[in-house]
């Protein structure tokens, strides 16, 4: 079965002090893998899609890395702007549902 | 600048009422989403939709029924809300072919979240 495992739940940093999100899968036949952002009260928000292990992909302070087994998701000198809940979600070859994982809830104290 | 829009924002609803929770996108997309969403859970997909005239059964077993008669809208409704129904229900559209598997992001909508007492 198809599973998506975020770590940690959450996640508390200073301002300035960077950290990684982990994002481990265990799937056949990986087609992509999707990071989301989502603020309290709204809907996910598109960040991301890797392809292939080796993939790098960044937008401002974020940076997004696939291997074979799991996707990290870096964040370099975080802002208080950056605090959000970060999701990972998976879609295989020959099925375009994602599977997502539950988040890691990421705070930024000022 | 969402695209995407559902209403009710949120709903309070007593247990056996009739429910529809709108929604609507603007980008011409051909697919479109239902999930639910609980607290520290994931997403789970409950109804798709291809285009117009199409609509499937997502992984999450529901009670409730979705149509597609135009491309703009994706109502859900409810035929006699019960406590369980209790959730944040998310909509979202995709690009992309209507009939081939793409993996186009997912663009959502700021969800309903629907109380049942």
């Known amino acids: 079965e198809d599973q998506v495992t975020q770590s940690p739940e959450a996640l508390r940093l200073q301002e300035g002090e960077s950290s990684s999100l982990n994002c481990s899968y265990t799937v056949s036949g990986l087609r992509g893998l999707f990071w989301y952002r989502q603020d309290p009260g709204k809907g996910p928000e598109f960040l991301f899609t890797l392809y292939s292990a080796g993939e790098e992909k960044e937008k401002e302070r974020l940076k997004a890395t696939l291997t074979k087994k799991e996707s990290f998701l870096h964040i370099t000198a975080p802002k208080p702007e950056d605090s959000a809940t970060y999701l990972c979600?998976?879609?295989?070859?020959?099925?375009?549902?994602?599977?997502f994982g539950t988040g890691t809830r990421l705070t930024i104290i000022p | 600048e969402a695209d995407i829009y559902q209403t009710p924002r949120y709903l309070v609803i007593g247990t056996g009422k009739k429910i529809t929770l709108e929604c609507s996108q603007t980008m011409g997309h051909d697919k479109m989403y239902w999930y639910q969403q609980d607290p520290g859970m994931e997403l789970h997909l409950i109804h798709y939709s291809y285009g117009v005239n199409s609509t499937e059964k997502g992984d999450l077993s529901s009670e409730s029924t979705v149509s597609r008669i135009r491309t703009e809208h994706f109502p859900l409704t409810l035929e006699s809300a019960r406590p369980s129904h209790t959730s944040q229900y998310l909509c979202?559209?995709?690009?992309?072919?209507?009939?081939?598997?793409?993996?186009?992001?997912?663009?959502f909508g700021n969800g309903t979240r629907l109380t049942v007492t």
């Open positions: 979202a559209s995709s690009a992309g072919p209507r009939d081939l598997w793409d993996n186009s992001p997912l663009h």
């Open positions: 979600a998976v879609q295989i070859f020959g099925n375009e549902k994602l599977t």
